[in-house]
């Protein structure tokens, strides 16, 4: 059984800066891509930052520069940066990640459950 949990989420100040992170446990053999989305109310959920080994980062153009993705392979962690806040970043924070539980298994999506991220003054 593979979980994902994401934690880091918050209030923070226009300007501010978070750190979110995720880390994938479980039965877990390899791990290919890792992503962040995120969702408002009545909105589809958008991809902020996808990160695959040996591969550079992309990012959504509304976080270029501001966003920055990352992971650690020996932890199964993925990590996002957020700096220079802004109100319309607010949103809940999704992990997802590509899982190949053994080695004999398919490739599997799997997500977290989600982290508030609130920017206001």
């Known amino acids: 059984q593979v979980q994902l949990v994401e934690s880091g989420g918050g209030l923070v100040r226009p300007g501010g800066s978070l750190n979110l992170s995720c880390t994938a446990s479980g039965s877990i053999f390899s791990v290919h891509v890792m992503d962040w989305s995120r969702q408002t109310p009545g909105n589809e959920r958008e991809l902020v930052a996808s990160i695959n080994t040996g591969s550079s980062p992309v990012y959504a153009d509304s976080v270029k520069g501001r966003f920055i993705v990352s992971r650690d392979n020996a932890k199964n962690t993925l990590y996002l940066q957020m700096n220079s806040l802004r109100p319309e970043d607010t949103a809940v924070y999704y992990c997802?990640?590509?899982?190949?539980?053994?080695?004999?298994?398919?490739?599997?999506?799997?997500w977290g459950q989600g982290t508030q991220v609130t920017v206001s003054s």
């Open positions: 997802n990640a590509v899982i190949q539980a053994r080695s004999w298994d398919s490739w599997r999506t799997y």
